[in-house]
């Protein structure tokens, strides 16, 4: 075995070769497969990667199109290995949140991510939007209320111009994010039945950002996870919507 081989599992029975660079990392499968749902799948009898597997021989499983040093903190840490946060940088953090997503294991990195971002955020200047939006990016992934609902508040307090260069700063803003986060702004129509909402297009105030000042915590994540939540109306404490009658 080359001696590049990064072992965090010493009877690990894989061994990931990630990325152009070819990063090698020693993993148990069992582990990888406890805890993130693609893993449990590639790693499981349906397919090859998960057929016998032996830690006197491990399988050598390729992965060209992800990051190494990515992928190697978040397995670290699914082996028991705590990565030390405060060597990552926002855009770190908020591509580690974007790749446990990719992996679907955020429940199991929600824990690592809040306490990054709690270590960070007193470091950041919360005038600076990118940054700014790192932050929130990888707390709304990570569903990460405290932290969504802190950088998002700072967000609107500082910034009253188009929120436009946050789309443009960084693509993936665009994949994690919702589309309203770029919409002008957030308008109750009075004419309509109560609980209706509307939304106008092309301008500067994120939607999802008024309901994060407006409502609670994970209510206002978890609107943006499910949608229909807000379709219905049954959001409490964003101006006067009422719960909708079946």
């Not at 491990?58 to 992928?71: C, R």
Request: glycine share 8%.
């Amino acid at each position: 075995m080359p001696d590049s081989t990064e072992v965090l599992a010493a009877r690990g029975d894989v061994i990931l070769v990630v990325g152009p660079e070819k990063k090698r990392l020693k993993v148990s499968s069992k582990k990888l497969r406890d805890a993130s749902r693609y893993f449990n799948n590639l790693l499981g009898p349906h397919f090859s990667e998960g057929q016998d597997l032996d830690p006197d021989n491990p399988k050598e499983i390729t992965m060209p199109e992800d990051d190494g040093f990515l992928l190697e903190i978040i397995c670290s840490n699914i082996h028991g290995r705590k990565y030390d946060g405060r060597k990552l940088s926002l855009m770190d953090i908020f591509y580690v949140a974007m790749t446990a997503d990719k992996f679907d294991c955020v429940r199991h990195m929600q824990a690592t991510l809040a306490m990054w971002l709690a270590q960070i955020k007193d470091s950041v200047d919360t005038r600076d939007m990118i940054q700014m939006s790192y932050l929130m990016a990888a707390a709304f992934i990570s569903d990460d209320p405290v932290a969504f609902r802190e950088s998002a508040r700072s967000i609107i307090m500082h910034h009253g111009e188009s929120f436009i260069p946050m789309m443009e700063a960084d693509q993936d803003f665009n994949i994690v994010l919702p589309n309203s986060t770029f919409c002008k702004q957030y308008v109750f129509g009075g004419s309509k039945k109560p609980g209706a909402r509307e939304i106008i297009q092309n301008g500067d105030v994120p939607i999802y950002i008024k309901l994060v000042l407006a409502a609670s915590g994970f209510l206002s994540l978890l609107t943006y996870r499910h949608p229909e939540i807000l379709k219905q109306g049954i959001i409490a404490g964003t101006g006067g919507g009422n719960r909708a009658s079946n």
